[in-house]
């Protein structure tokens, strides 16, 4: 049973091409990645920053309310 040289290469290009069009998809992934973490990233800054608005008008309300005598 011989092997079949231009088989094989042939074989070994068809995979090099594969492996190519995978490589390719991955950076497509990795960047598709890349912008759902700057989303999430963007996303915690601004709850964040809306908790500490919320911390701030409690506590100003807080002083305000003690003040009031009850009726």
């Avoid at 231009?6 to 492996?19: F, G, I, M, Y």
């Avoid at 989303?39 to 409690?58: D, F, G, V, Y």
Wanted: no cysteine; glycine share 2%; net charge neutral.
């Amino acid at each position: 049973m011989a092997i079949d040289l231009k088989k094989l290469k042939e074989e070994r290009d068809t995979l090099k091409d594969q492996l190519r069009k995978l490589e390719v998809q991955q950076r497509e992934i990795e960047a598709k990645l890349k912008g759902f973490r700057q989303q999430e990233i963007r996303s915690k800054r601004e709850i964040e920053a809306l908790t500490t608005l919320i911390e701030l008008a409690e506590n100003k309300a807080e002083p305000a309310e003690a003040a009031t005598p009850p009726a």
